[in-house]
């Protein structure tokens, strides 16, 4: 069973950064893809980044520029880099990972971003 661990979110003010980590209990050179979702109260889980082992990223229109997804295969870890970060950034987000018709989602961690 595979298993995505979440880490690093936590409290900002508006204009700052923070990167969220997520750590695969396998090698994430397996999966199709691996992403961020994030949901906030309220609303439906919504894209907000994905990278495919080719290194190959999209992000959702609202934090493009602002935000970077990146991998490190050795650490079995993908990155969020959150920067200009917006009181509408907070959310709960959660690690996602694509393997054929299979999906595996992390536990979340709770990044709230104060105006």
């Known amino acids: 069973q595979v298993q995505l661990v979440e880490s690093g979110g936590g409290l900002v003010q508006a204009g700052g950064s923070l990167t969220v980590s997520c750590v695969a209990s396998?090698?994430?050179?397996?999966?199709?893809?691996m992403g961020w979702y994030r949901q906030a109260p309220g609303k439906q889980r919504e894209l907000v980044a994905r990278?495919?082992?080719?290194?190959?990223?999209n992000y959702a229109d609202s934090v493009l520029g602002r935000f970077t997804i990146s991998r490190d295969n050795a650490k079995n870890t993908v990155y969020l880099q959150m920067n200009s970060l917006k009181p509408e950034d907070s959310a709960v987000y959660y690690c996602?990972?694509?393997?054929?018709?299979?999906?595996?989602w992390g536990k979340g961690t709770l990044i709230t971003v104060s105006s």
């Open positions: 990278i495919t082992p080719g290194g190959s990223t």
């Open positions: 396998q090698s994430i050179s397996v999966f199709d893809a």
């Open positions: 996602n990972a694509k393997k054929r018709v299979l999906t595996y």
